[in-house]
């Protein structure tokens, strides 16, 4: 019965023990697995994590870098801007510093003229002052002359009582033959003593007159002190090395001859180093040509297109620079008004030379010399001023239009309404009309002063330009000739003419014609060559 209930309930143990054992080994298996599964998936996420990680430090590296390549670029950035800062202000401080230079100049010169002016002041003081103390010298003669004169006439007086009392006594004549006898013979002594009183008065005067002229003269000469100006008839142009010079001469030479076409100078270009020479018997072609290469060398494009653009601006230059001149010598002679087109002309003279000598510094010195003699002759000083230096205006245009330069002159003034005491002036400055006015004596007088002295001319330069001049009016005198250009000193001329008018074949014969005309009234040494060019030029614009 025991064993009965024993049993059964020993089954039922072992077999609750045996399941929970079993239970618990499929738990521990299902456990195990389900780690190894969290494991797993922990270590993916850690990968995971990892890889962000490393995503996340590249990406933050690759920001750093590209700010830390920001920052050096605006460093670079910086750096350049506080350069080009510093070359603009340098820039700047130079031209500043340049111009307060030229300014310090120009006041200097000015002091020079107000400290001449002040000089020129106290010498006319210093003169009056001789002058004043002269004049009461001689009103102290005169005084005492008086004097003396009174008291002769007081001894006369007595003198002719005593005759008179004599006559009486001595002839017993009457009164009235007494008187007439005692006057005739006090009037022989009269006469005889008022002509030797004005002979003396006249030997005075006439020596006082000649030695204030020539005081006014030197005076005149000491306040103008011009300078000796040598003239020359080529410009030399620097180049900065020899390979410039290939760039000028250009492919077959085309540069030089486009050159020389567009300015009428001669280009020579010869084995001294690093300067080419311009020659020509113009001064203003001279100097656009000289302006015009220095512009080229500075550019560096050196081509025929190229060559007349900067001949052109040039050209401008000098004209502006004409006018600037023409302003400057009214300015230095005190002279406020003048029509603009007249100072143009007068700039003009700038480049114009008589004799060697510059006709502007030349007119300025005669106007200087007229007023200086005017103001000590008590004449119209600013009058005496304007007609010298107007005095040689035609000079200006002569080799444009006929006529002599006094008749050009004459028109000149007259066209802008010049005074006409100052035409007059002009007009009889080399006698070809009468003199109306002191003013025209002393604008002769100071233009022979200027151009007699010491080293102001030299005749050989002007006969050069003058058969120079008559070589390109001989040229330009036909039909159909646009422009004309003496060249090598004077042994060859070139002539453009105008394609339209003048064909290939007849240019052949107008080079015969000049020559001919050439030969047959001028005087020259060696040869002359007449080269005819005629060129045609068609320009299109693509747009």
């Known amino acids: 019965m025991i064993n009965t209930i024993l049993i059964p309930a020993l089954v039922a143990i072992v077999s609750i023990v045996v399941g929970s054992g079993i239970g618990y080994s499929i738990r521990k298996n299902i456990w195990e697995k389900n780690a190894q599964n969290a494991q797993q998936d922990a270590d993916h996420i850690l990968a995971e994590a990892k890889s962000q990680v490393a995503a996340a430090k590249a990406e933050v590296n690759a920001q750093k870098q590209a700010a830390e390549a920001i920052k050096q670029a605006a460093e670079n950035t910086k750096k350049e801007k506080i350069l080009e800062a510093q070359e603009e202000i340098h820039d700047f401080k130079q031209k500043t510093e340049d111009e307060l230079n030229v300014k310090r100049d120009e006041i200097a010169r000015q002091h020079n003229r107000l400290q001449q002016r002040e000089d020129t002041l106290d010498h006319k003081n210093s003169l009056l002052d001789e002058r004043e103390a002269g004049l009461t010298q001689k009103e102290d003669k005169l005084k005492q002359q008086k004097a003396d004169l009174d008291q002769k006439l007081s001894d006369a007086d007595e003198l002719v009582e005593k005759r008179k009392q004599k006559l009486y006594e001595v002839a017993s004549l009457d009164k009235e ?305 646009k422009q004309a250009y003496a060249i090598q000193a004077g042994r060859e001329v070139r002539v453009m003419v105008e394609p339209d008018e003048i064909s290939d074949d007849r240019t052949t014969i107008l080079a015969r014609d000049i020559r001919n005309q050439v030969e047959k009234e001028l005087d020259y040494p060696g040869n002359i060559k007449i080269t005819v060019i005629r060129e045609k030029r068609v320009v299109a614009i693509a747009k």
Request: cysteine-free; proline content about 3%; glycine content about 6%.
């Open 177 to 481: 033959k007494a008187k007439e006898l005692v006057l005739n013979n006090l009037s022989d002594e009269l006469v005889k003593e008022r002509a030797e009183m004005i002979r003396n008065s006249n030997e005075e005067v006439q020596a006082k007159a000649d030695h204030f002229a020539h005081q006014v003269i030197v005076d005149a000469i000491q306040s103008s002190a011009a300078d000796t100006v040598a003239e020359t008839t080529v410009s030399v142009v620097d180049l900065p090395n020899e390979e410039m010079k290939g760039r000028i001469i250009g492919r077959e030479g085309r540069n030089i001859r486009s050159f020389e076409a567009l300015t009428g100078i001669d280009l020579i270009i010869d084995d001294t180093p690093k300067v080419v020479t311009l020659s020509g018997f113009d001064p203003i072609r001279r100097e656009i040509a000289k302006r015009a290469m220095e512009r080229l060398i500075k550019d560096g494009r050196i081509h025929p297109a190229r060559i007349e653009e900067m001949v052109d601006k040039a050209r401008k230059e000098v004209n502006d620079d004409i006018y600037e001149a023409g302003e400057s010598a009214l300015m230095e002679l005190g002279i406020h008004r003048m029509n603009p087109e007249l100072v143009k002309v007068l700039g003009r003279l700038k480049y114009r030379t008589s004799y060697g000598q510059n006709v502007l510094a030349h007119s300025i010195e005669v106007g200087k010399l007229a007023g200086t003699m005017a103001a000590e002759l008590g004449l119209d000083e600013k009058l005496a001023v304007r007609a010298g230096l107007l005095h040689d205006i035609g000079k200006a245009i002569d080799h444009d239009i006929e006529g002599s330069h006094v008749e050009i002159g004459v028109e000149l003034t007259r066209k802008y309404h010049e005074p006409d005491l100052v035409i007059n002036a002009i007009a009889a400055h080399h006698g070809d009309v009468p003199k109306l006015s002191y003013i025209a004596e002393l604008v002769v007088a100071a233009d022979t002063l200027s151009s007699a002295r010491p080293g102001a001319r030299s005749e050989s330069l002007e006969n050069y330009i003058r058969r120079l001049t008559e070589l390109e009016k001989i040229a330009k005198s036909y039909q159909g000739v």
